[in-house]
T-cell receptor
Framework: GNSVTQMEGPVTLSEEAFLTINCTYT??????LFWYVQYPGEGLQLLLK?????DKGSNKGFEATYRKETTSFHLEKGSVQVSDSAVYFC?????????????FGPGTSLSVIP | EAGVTQFPSHSVIEKGQTVTLRCDPI?????LYWYRRVMGKEIKFLLH????????ESGMPNNRFLAERTGGTYSTLKVQPAELEDSGVYFC??????????????FGPGTRLTVL
């Protein structure tokens, strides 16, 4: 079946450190891939997406590249800030229909300390 | 434009009681989804409405859960009777109904349900 695996936290980094959160997926066909973020006290927000192989999604300094050969979509940021503290969810959507359900990974909690 | 709203933000009930969660999607969005995150695990799909019709309810855990979307606007999710394992965060999302390769799902803030 379709599934998403991501490194489980919590992850604690110092401000300006480099961030990588690994994500791999299992899916049939050609899924779309997403990173969602949930800041404390807020709802889920779409952080970035990639809809086909080799696409790079980017937003707010975060990047992730759709790697079909390794079935991965790792999230990276060169210099994290305290305001990046949140829970990050890797996710996929199968893509057969434009309104298909989203399948999430377990989430990675990130704490950035000054 | 208002986003997806959910009510209440937090509910604490005792085992065996009934709770009803409400979701108001973005105006004009025909697709409405319910998800939940239990015990800090992954967020799991519960069901999907297209307007007032249930398109996919494969994720509903059992018959204690009843979702409705009368009139194709807001939706309610009732848990009756609630059990301890129902505790978690319930998310609602909505999206447009367009024939394109990508329709973003916009998520609400979630309802945190605690069953004691």
């Amino acid at each position: 079946g379709n599934s998403v695996t991501q490194m489980e936290g919590p992850v604690t980094l110092s401000e300006e450190a480099f961030l990588t959160i690994n994500c791999t997926y299992t899916a049939t066909g050609y899924p779309s891939l997403f990173w969602y973020v949930q800041y404390p006290g807020e709802g889920l927000q779409l952080l970035l997406k990639a809809t086909k192989a080799d696409d790079k999604g980017s937003n707010k300094g975060f990047e992730a590249t759709y790697r079909k050969e390794t079935t991965s979509f790792h999230l990276e940021k060169g210099s994290v800030q305290v305001s990046d503290s949140a829970v990050y969810f890797c996710a996929l959507r199968r893509g057969e229909t434009s309104y298909d359900k989203v399948i999430f990974g377990p989430g990675t909690s990130l704490s950035v300390i000054p | 434009e208002a986003g997806v709203t959910q009510f209440p933000s937090h509910s604490v009930i005792e085992k065996g009681q009934t709770v009803t969660l409400r979701c108001d999607p973005i105006s004009g969005h025909d697709n409405l989804y319910w998800y939940r995150r239990v015990m800090g695990k992954e967020i799991k799909f519960l069901l999907h409405f297209v307007k007032e019709s249930k398109q996919d309810e494969s994720g509903m855990p059992n018959n204690r859960f009843l979702a409705e979307r009368t009139g194709g606007t807001y939706s309610t999710l009732k848990v009756q009777p609630a059990e301890l394992e129902d505790s978690g965060v319930y998310f609602c999302a909505s999206s447009e109904q367009r024939l394109s390769s990508y329709n973003e799902q916009f998520f609400g803030p979630g309802t945190r349900l605690t069953v004691l």
